[in-house]
């Protein structure tokens, strides 16, 4: 079964920082495209960033040069930095995993997603 836990959302201020994390129990983890989503309030869900099997990212454009995608394959953690975070970067982030070592920066391709962690900027 396939399981996909974040952590590390929370409440900052504009201008701050944070890093979530998604442990993912998948095999083999490396071996597939990841991806962070996120759904304010009345929105629909957006897809923030992928991470291919070869390292290759994609970032929205409204994020670029602020957040940062990694991935840990020994330890089968997704990471996301955020940085200079803004009021509208509050959402609930999702990390999701498509089983495929192709990314498409589009939810429906994903198969499995986490339960989400709250990101509030003020």
């Known amino acids: 079964e396939v399981q996909l836990v974040e952590s590390g959302g929370g409440s900052v201020q504009a201008g701050g920082s944070l890093r979530l994390s998604c442990a993912a129990s998948?095999?083999?983890?490396?071996?597939?495209?990841m991806g962070w989503f996120r759904q304010a309030p009345d929105k629909e869900r957006e897809g923030v960033t992928t991470i291919g099997r070869d390292g290759s990212t994609t970032y929205t454009d409204s994020v670029k040069g602020r957040f940062t995608i990694s991935r840990d394959n020994a330890k089968n953690i997704l990471y996301l930095q955020m940085n200079s975070l803004k009021p509208d970067d509050s959402a609930m982030y999702y990390c999701a995993v498509r089983l495929s070592s192709v990314c498409y920066n589009r939810a429906e391709t994903f198969e499995y997603w986490g339960q989400g962690t709250q990101v509030t900027v003020s």
């Open positions: 998948v095999s083999p983890f490396s071996g597939y495209c």
